[in-house]
């Protein structure tokens, strides 16, 4: 009996395209497809096409977890599917956090995905946000909250965030930060920082606004760091480079800083130490702002500042420099009829 089960789900895996070597590995995480039931595998298979995956991504998903293909349809999936809809504010929010993470649908409601959500409320992530937080980063509901997502609150508190609900904005602003161990991540990366000269001020701005700077090795951080000193940036200037747009230490080298400041100093005739004055230079796009707007008004710019020339508006920028209302200036989204480059 259990030989023919096994042969009539090696059958349906086939047939949906499956080669061996897969369905062998799919036997190897999943021992419970040895005794598999076809009709709940189909069953199954049609309840995850109904909720928005496309058939073509099913099998994908059905390998990393071949487990969905043995687990009650009405006792776990359609539930953990109907509870992860009210958290959903787009139509696909849930087929997409499935096949980021197709575990979640194995996970408890009541042991692991409430629980999650009361900590992250406790944290003071506003409800709206809480589906958002969820269904970006799935493999949340995996993680413990005692040993896993507590240090990383704990790390934050270190930073020196007191008021209330202002871990939970980082989280929100980038729900992937929690993956990152502590001890071999978070906290480097911050005593480094710490190093080059940010304070606990600097550290929490980039905490909250940039929180993808502290996800990143600092073997990552030090070629950039190296090539401002290279420039000829003295260590103040560094600091206050880094302080006021931190990404500067993970933006290219090749693609981003070094031609921005090569058209800074050659093209413009500008001092280099100008950047530190205005570190959101690096923020915006070389030929769609900065060489525009440059070439644009170059007669009339000598006197201005960084921050004058590019950190306004297109009307702000163009009443400021007497220009046409009929000017156009090329735009980083094209949908908008606000320029926001």
């Not at 047939?15 to 062998?24: A, E, L, M």
């Not at 993470?101 to 995905?113: Q, T």
């Not at 240090?151 to 020196?160: A, N, R």
């Not at 031609?259 to 769609?288: T, W």
């Amino acid at each position: 009996m259990e030989a023919n089960q096994k042969g009539n789900i090696v059958g349906f895996l086939k047939q949906r395209g499956f080669d061996d070597k897969t369905i062998s590995e799919m036997f190897r995480k999943c021992k419970r497809l040895d005794n598999a039931s076809e009709e709940r595998a189909i069953s199954n298979w049609n309840y995850l096409i109904s909720t928005g995956i496309p058939t073509r991504k099913l099998p994908s998903i059905v390998s990393k977890c071949p487990k969905i293909l043995v687990l009650g349809l009405y006792e776990k999936l359609e539930p953990m599917v109907e509870c992860l809809k009210t958290l959903a504010t787009k139509p696909n929010d849930v087929a997409s956090a499935i096949a980021k993470f197709p575990h979640i649908l194995s996970h408890s409601i009541e042991e692991k995905l409430c629980p999650l959500l009361a900590f992250f409320q406790g944290l003071g992530v506003p409800e709206k946000e809480l589906g958002r937080l969820i269904l970006l980063n799935p493999r949340l509901i995996s993680y413990s909250i005692e040993s896993k997502l507590c240090p990383i609150v704990s790390f934050f508190s270190s930073l020196g965030f007191k008021r209330e609900g202002e871990i939970g904005k980082i989280f929100v602003k980038n729900p992937y930060v929690m993956g990152y161990s502590v001890e071999k991540r978070l906290r480097p990366t911050s005593e480094f920082l710490r190093e080059i000269g940010l304070n606990e001020e600097n550290l929490q701005r980039v905490a909250v606004n940039y929180p993808d700077v502290l996800c990143r090795d600092v073997k990552v951080l030090i070629p950039n760091l190296e090539f401002l000193k290279g420039c000829g940036l003295g260590v103040r200037e560094i600091v206050v480079l880094i302080a006021g747009f931190p990404p500067v230490l993970i933006k290219s080298v090749k693609n981003s800083l070094d031609p921005r400041i090569r058209f800074l100093v050659d093209v413009m005739g500008r001092r280099l130490e100008e950047v530190a004055e205005f570190p959101e230079f690096f923020k915006h796009g070389l030929k769609k702002r900065i060489e525009f707007r440059y070439r644009l008004v170059r007669e009339k710019s000598s006197g201005c500042s960084l921050s004058e020339l590019f950190g306004c508006n297109q009307k702000k920028f163009a009443l400021k420099f007497g220009l046409l209302q009929s000017i156009k200036e090329p735009r980083e989204r094209a949908e908008k009829a606000v320029f926001t480059i």
